[in-house]
């Protein structure tokens, strides 16, 4: 089984693959004559167009068909990742070191991770199951219930929920002890919904999400659904073996830092530590 083809279950009301197009159409452009009539521009439409600052590059386990990304406050990672017969959580350092590993269910496919406290929840992606750990030993202690595809997660503190996505523009709200569903809103851009929401990561009142399939990164204001930014990380090297399901997936905020990301993909054996920067 290959991952790729549930994008065709991502229905778009704007193409995946035309995001790009769709800002650049929307921007407002000269008259190219001399009139003195100023355009008036709504700032709330304006997206930051922003590209990837690579400042370190890691090694990586290139046999992880990568899912979820996510730091540990000690600065340990989380790697979940997916294949029925394959998916599988572990911790390990930044230089590889693997501190910790447990298997799925071999009928599972993994998904998105998130750490709340002292737990992790670890989405499947058509099992209707969400799994919760033990974020030191990775032992699991629950499981919970959903409706649908999973695909990422990402806890918000200070709001006290959890984000889950499906692929499609809609994401969920979540209790974060329980997983049980809140509510759910629409991940929109100049009004039109974007789908093919996957791996998140939140920071303070913002989600990051990958444009599953895609090379971009959206970021996306947590209580109105706005996206705010658009990242192109196609400047990242993508040394995996060649095949289309390689792509971009895994995005983890560095605790403490000042903007910094880990950036990785599906079976790609490097890591990148980067910055957004102004394209």
Same mark, same amino acid.
Request: glycine share 8%; net charge negative; hydrophobic share 35%.
């Given at each position: 089984?290959?991952?790729?083809?549930?994008?065709?279950?991502?229905?778009?009301?704007?193409?995946?693959?035309?995001?790009?197009?769709?800002?650049?159409?929307?921007?407002?452009?000269? *008259?190219?004559?001399?009139?003195?009539?100023?355009?008036?521009?709504?700032?709330?439409?304006?997206?930051?167009? /922003?590209?990837?600052?690579?400042?370190?590059? /890691?090694?990586?386990?290139?046999?992880?068909?990568?899912?979820?990304?996510?730091?540990?406050?000690?600065?340990?990672?989380?790697?979940?990742?997916?294949?029925?017969?394959? *998916?599988?959580?572990?911790?390990?350092?930044?230089?590889?070191?693997?501190?910790?590993?447990?298997?799925?269910?071999?009928?599972?496919?993994?998904?998105?991770?998130?750490?709340? !406290?002292?737990?992790?929840?670890?989405?499947?992606?058509?099992?209707?199951?969400?799994?919760?750990?033990?974020?030191?030993?990775?032992?699991?202690?629950?499981?919970?219930?959903?409706?649908?595809?999973?695909?990422? /997660?990402?806890?918000?503190?200070?709001?006290?929920?959890?984000?889950?996505?499906?692929? *499609?523009?809609?994401?969920?709200?979540? =209790? +974060?002890?329980? /997983?049980?569903?809140?509510?759910?809103?629409?991940?929109?851009?100049?009004?039109?919904?974007?789908?093919?929401?996957?791996?998140?990561?939140?920071?303070? =009142?913002?989600?990051?999400?990958?444009?599953?399939?895609?090379?971009?990164?959206? &970021?996306?204001?947590?209580?109105?659904? &706005?996206?705010?930014?658009?990242?192109?990380? *196609?400047?990242? +090297?993508?040394?995996?073996?060649?095949? +289309?399901?390689?792509?971009?997936?895994?995005?983890?905020?560095? +605790?403490?830092? =000042?903007?910094?990301?880990?950036?990785? !993909?599906?079976?790609?054996?490097?890591?990148? &530590?980067?910055?957004?920067?102004?394209?």
């Amino acid at each position: 089984m290959v991952h790729l083809p549930r994008a065709a279950a991502v229905v778009s009301s704007v193409s995946i693959v035309s995001l790009a197009a769709l800002m650049s159409a929307c921007s407002p452009a000269g *008259s190219g004559d001399n009139s003195t009539t100023e355009e008036v521009v709504d700032t709330a439409d304006m997206v930051d167009m /922003l590209t990837v600052k690579v400042d370190e590059t /890691l090694p990586f386990d290139q046999t992880s068909f990568t899912q979820g990304l996510e730091v540990a406050p000690d600065g340990t990672l989380y790697v979940a990742t997916g294949m029925e017969g394959e *998916s599988r959580i572990y911790r390990t350092t930044t230089d590889g070191k693997e501190l910790a590993s447990k298997d799925l269910d071999p009928t599972f496919f993994g998904e998105g991770i998130t750490r709340v !406290g002292d737990h992790l929840w670890q989405l499947t992606w058509q099992n209707n199951t969400a799994i919760k750990r033990d974020a030191t030993t990775l032992e699991e202690v629950d499981r919970a219930a959903f409706d649908g595809e999973g695909w990422g /997660l990402c806890y918000r503190q200070d709001a006290d929920e959890v984000i889950f996505s499906d692929g *499609s523009a809609e994401l969920r709200r979540m =209790d +974060p002890d329980t /997983l049980t569903e809140r509510g759910r809103f629409t991940v929109r851009y100049h009004g039109k919904p974007i789908t093919g929401l996957n791996e998140l990561e939140c920071v303070g =009142d913002d989600i990051y999400a990958n444009v599953f399939t895609t090379t971009d990164i959206v &970021r996306i204001d947590a209580e109105t659904g &706005r996206i705010e930014a658009r990242i192109d990380a *196609s400047a990242l +090297p993508n040394n995996a073996t060649p095949d +289309p399901n390689h792509v971009l997936n895994g995005i983890a905020h560095i +605790p403490g830092s =000042d903007g910094e990301f880990y950036l990785t !993909g599906k079976r790609w054996p490097d890591m990148y &530590r980067v910055t957004f920067e102004p394209k």
